[in-house]
């Protein structure tokens, strides 16, 4: 019978991935009490490991740098419009109607339509983000904004000494429901949508 081999455990093997995660924690500013914590060794073991993989650990945290970095840029960022969808319905910044011709048509005004002007149509073109050709890079009057869709109902409430119930589709639903009720109102909704929120 073979036995098995008892008593410490040879050597810790130091992975690239577990240089790696010692790089991260000094990066993130940990002490070796910390990391050793963490990583279930001694403060002398991580600073011998330290001084051998120096370069390795080094190259580890420019790159964590440089990552920091990069997410700093990103958080940077302006929110950006969205592109122009030639599905959706467009007027411009003072509210003129837009036919939409095409949102492909290449260059820096890919987007191709009309604008109504009094009583005749203007051709004219935009970027994909709705900006007009004749605006450089400032908003005006002739820009592109989104026609949110409208919501258009007729509905009925019931009128209670001290409250109102709910928005009713017919008059027939309203007096369905009409006991004791003071008044039933008609009311013509004509918002747009998100209107209120």
Not at 67 to 81: G, N, Q, S, T
Not at 132 to 155: A, M
Not at 176 to 195: H, P, Q, T
């Amino acid at each position: 019978m073979i036995k098995k081999k008892t008593g410490p455990k040879g050597p810790y093997v130091w992975t690239y991935a577990k240089i790696k995660e010692f790089a991260g924690y000094l990066h993130a500013g940990k002490s070796y009490k910390e990391i050793g914590d963490l990583m279930g060794k001694n403060d002398l073991s991580l600073k011998q490991v330290k001084y051998k993989y120096a370069s390795l650990i080094e190259a580890e945290i420019e790159k964590l740098k440089k990552h920091d970095a990069l997410h700093d840029m990103i958080r940077k960022i302006p929110e950006v419009k969205p592109l122009i969808d030639i599905s959706k319905q467009y007027r411009t910044a003072k509210d003129d109607e837009v036919i939409i011709y095409s949102v492909n048509g290449g260059g820096k005004y890919p987007v191709h339509g009309a604008i109504q002007h009094h009583d005749r149509w203007v051709m004219t073109c935009w970027t994909e983000f709705g900006g007009n050709i004749n605006s450089g890079d400032n908003e005006t009057l002739f820009d592109l904004v989104e026609v949110k869709p409208r919501i258009k109902r007729t509905v009925w409430l019931n009128f209670y000494a001290g409250n109102v119930t709910a928005a009713w589709s017919s008059k027939y639903a309203a007096d369905s429901y009409g006991n004791d009720r003071l008044a039933c109102v008609k009311v013509e909704i004509d918002c747009d949508e998100g209107e209120g929120l």
